[in-house]
């Protein structure tokens, strides 16, 4: 049963409330399970059990092998990590981390439209303690803050799901109100009413996203959450928000209105992008300098989905691998935060020195990030780049080029002085391995990805474009 993959996180995260000395096993337990059960999915393709709400979708089943992969290594990590930082109330952390794997898993599988909304909004309930983990005065302000605007964006959201129902009665349509009916049947629905929908759902799960101008909440979040929590934040919700903009965009393109969702996309895409040059470079944070680069990214997948085509192919591709990259960023961040004592950058410094094993995974992931070849990133951007210039989108395309020498240039400045700068300490930190292997797998699978993709995720990406007017 194609459900069991997000009931056993459910069931575990609860177990972590009740059994708190459980929390560390549980977490690993239940990512090797989950992981083993994905691949499961993967091959032997299973059945929902409630056809109606949940089905297994190109995009869907990327999603979650991406969601479980990561978690996976992340659990490994927090079962060193909590030894070493003051977390209070741990089983708290576990439990909600658990739980956030629950929902976000449900998200990869929902078709249901309400169904949908109610797994993208339930990742908010499961998260929230997560970023409150710290329970100083600043985590509480990033914590309502993210409830609050994220709920404001998930209303929306609901309010563009309810219109794209209305579409469906205003042409006469009968057909289940999930995903894959809609789009098998979207040349009937009323164009006017599809619209208004999806702008509402795009403005909606763009907030959760991270899409400027509602990105608000993420520098914040990513900053007081523990590293941990801030990979899955980052590496994984943001994903799980773009799959409902992502499904309706399906909609849209098989009602012959992409003309229409796509220029709204590429806006959102370059102000995303924009925003995200303009605070890194005067960033004084590392873990918001990260955050800042997670809403670059989600910019860049936006702004390639809107181009389509070729564009289209490079923003999963870029999907993909910021999972991976950003997620070994934060983990990263996690060691220097815990070596040095502060998120400032300038209380920072001579990183290559005293944490050379995290050095190596922060530099590389830098460069990953920054979009160097070999990592999967530099592939998508000119994947992206390429179609923006072959289908006429000329300033689109230049306003994307600056704006990543303008990135490049803000991150490179702080990473140096991270990796580099005398710090006026001497003394070597210590480095356990498992508090660095994670990051060098999900480095690598990056790398390796770019040289050699097995042909069933080659054919998974093609199927999910295709469906969006994309493909090579």
Known sequence: MLEIVFLIPLVAGAMAF?????????LVLTGVVHLAYSLFIWIAEPTPHFPDFFALTPEGCLSLLVISLLFFLISIYTSTYLKAASIQRENIFTGSMLLFLA????????DHIIIMWIAIEATTLASAPLIYTHRDAAALEATWKYVLICSVGIAMALLGSVLVTVAMD?????APISFSALTSVADKLDPRWLKAG??????????????APMHTWLPDAHSEAPSPASALLSGVLLNCAYLGIFKTNKIMHAAGLSGFSGPILIVFGLASILAAATFILKQTEYKRMLAYSSIENMGIIALGTGI?????YGAIICLIHHSLIKSSLFLTSGNILMGFGSRLIEKTGDLAARMPRTFVA???GFAAIAGFP????????VLI?????RTGHLISGGIFIFTLCVIFAGLANNIMRISFNPSGATERIDEHANLVWPQYVLLTTSVVLCFWMPESLQQTIVHAVNAIGGGL
Not at 198 to 211: A, D, E, N, Q, S
Not at 308 to 312: C, L, P, R
């Open 362 to 364: 922060f530099f590389g």
């Open 198 to 211: 999806f702008v509402f759902i795009l403005v909606g799960y763009g907030t959760k996203m991270g899409l």
């Open 103 to 110: 929902t976000m898993t449900m998200v990869t599988l929902s």
């Open 385 to 389: 780049v390429i179609a923006a210039f």
């Open 374 to 381: 070999p990592f999967g990133i530099f592939i998508g951007e």
């Open 18 to 26: 009740l059994l708190p000395s459980a929390g560390r096993i549980l």
């Open 308 to 312: 389509g085509g070729m564009a289209a």
């Open 170 to 174: 205003a042409g006469h349509v009968q």
